[in-house]
């Protein structure tokens, strides 16, 4: 996704070596940053275009307008992901796709999973009498769906159920 970042640069910075140095602090500022419009960005791709910068009035600093290209990472709703369970409590549990914590209420878990605070780790387990019982603890790898997302200034936030066919506990 081609995106553009105004960055400021600081006058003893000015010289030869400009541009590289203007590569490399737009992939220090953008790199891992969310924005709510665009999502996470993962990685910048290329820089397609730095512009002419501009003195700023009363401090010398200068703007360099950037053109670049990324790859961004932003979840829809209906989206299916692999996660990695972070945190399991009584209402619910945790889980992280990459960068976007994902929550998955109690509500959106089957109702053969129950909360057992007992063991060693909190977790759900099945209660199926004729299986092996399935532990969705820390650590757990699941396969969950988004059912809402909500997006701040610099935060994305998503609600998640295994509830549906083919979700739930990866083996």
Do not use: W
């Not at 703007?63 to 209402?91: H, M, S, W």
């Not at 999973?113 to 532990?135: K, N, T, W």
């Not at 083919?166 to 083996?171: E, K, P, V």
């Amino acid at each position: 996704m081609e995106l553009t970042k105004e960055l400021l640069l600081y006058p003893k910075h000015f010289g030869p070596n400009i541009r590289n140095l203007l590569r490399e602090k737009l992939i220090y500022t953008v790199e891992g940053s969310c924005s709510g419009q665009h999502g996470f960005v993962v990685a910048v791709t290329d820089v397609v275009e730095i512009g002419k910068g501009r003195i700023r009035e009363g401090g010398g600093l200068a703007t360099f307008p950037i053109q670049y290209n990324a790859i961004v990472f932003r979840p829809f709703k209906g989206e299916v992901f692999d996660a990695i369970v972070t945190q399991v409590n009584k209402l619910g549990f945790f889980a992280q796709v990459g960068p976007l914590q994902v929550f998955v209420s109690k509500h959106m878990i089957p109702e053969d999973m129950v909360f057992d605070a007992q063991g060693a780790l909190p977790a759900y387990v099945s209660q199926v009498s004729d299986q092996q019982p399935q532990r969705i603890a820390k650590d757990s790898e699941v396969r969950l769906r988004v059912i809402a997302t909500r997006v701040d200034a610099a935060e994305i936030f998503a609600i998640g159920t295994i509830k549906d066919e083919y979700l739930g506990l990866l083996d």
